[in-house]
């Protein structure tokens, strides 16, 4: 059961123009959200992230919304660079219970930034 | 430079045989993780960790067992009962109680079947 799932495999975009990665999650129980971006043969860093008490979270080039109600949240990228390109994986995550500590990953899509 | 150093990044395992993957970190966090990661697919939880001597099965746990002596230590073995090991494998630390489970990752090892 992908309770995180980001459909979009890959996304080809054009330097300086806004590269946006969709996901959507299935449990209602999150309430934490992550960004993670990962070049080839390296472990992932962390992007940017977003409560679930907010809709909206920026830090600098990057900006990631939360639509709750419609259980998806996107990462804009504006202005995008060739460096951006790799692979952007979404996580979520539950505070409290059995779960906690825990993140779900999404299955990651290849941003490829053309000069 | 605090930080998760995995070792060794590339790692060759015969049939049969059992290898252990090492993890270590120095930025004082309670709780440590183990991911998988297979050609497009996203990171699947192993086994983590929140504490010293405790550790929880993660999605994917048959055939690896952890250990968790020391904080800043957290080992991977992978057994001769795990049928498909090749993978990347990527150790995560993360602090506990903030309520922001962000998660660091190390630079993963490669594991490979000969």
């Known amino acids: 059961d992908q309770q995180v799932k980001q459909n979009s495999p890959s996304l080809s975009v054009q330097e300086g123009r806004i590269s946006i990665l969709n996901c959507d999650y299935t449990?209602?129980?999150?309430?934490?959200f992550l960004w993670y971006k990962k070049y080839p043969a390296e472990g992932p860093t962390f992007l940017i992230s977003i409560s679930s008490i907010k809709d909206k979270n920026e830090d600098g080039r990057f900006t990631v919304f939360l639509n709750k109600s419609a259980k998806h949240l996107s990462l804009h990228i504006v202005p995008s660079q060739p460096g951006d390109s790799a692979v952007y994986f979404c996580?979520?995550?539950?505070?409290?219970?059995?779960?906690?500590?825990?993140?779900?990953f999404g299955q990651g899509t290849i941003l490829t930034v053309h000069p | 430079d605090g930080g998760i150093t995995q070792s060794p990044k590339y790692l060759f395992r015969k049939e049969g045989q059992n290898v252990t993957l090492s993890c270590e970190q120095n930025?004082?966090?309670?709780?440590m993780y183990w991911y998988r990661q297979d050609p497009g697919q996203g990171l699947r939880l192993i086994y983590y960790s929140q504490i010293v001597n405790d550790f929880q099965k993660g999605d994917i746990a048959e055939g690896y067992s952890v250990s968790r002596e020391k904080k800043e230590s957290f080992p991977l073995t992978v057994t001769s009962a795990q049928k498909n090991p090749t993978a990347f494998y990527l150790c995560?630390?993360?602090?506990?109680?903030?309520?922001?489970?962000?998660?660091?990752f190390g630079a993963g090892t490669r594991l490979s079947v000969l």
């Open positions: 449990n209602s129980m999150f309430d934490y």
């Open positions: 996580a979520a995550s539950r505070a409290g219970g059995t779960s906690y500590g825990k993140l779900t």
């Open positions: 930025l004082n966090h309670d709780a």
């Open positions: 995560a630390s993360s602090r506990q109680g903030s309520g922001k489970n962000i998660q660091y």
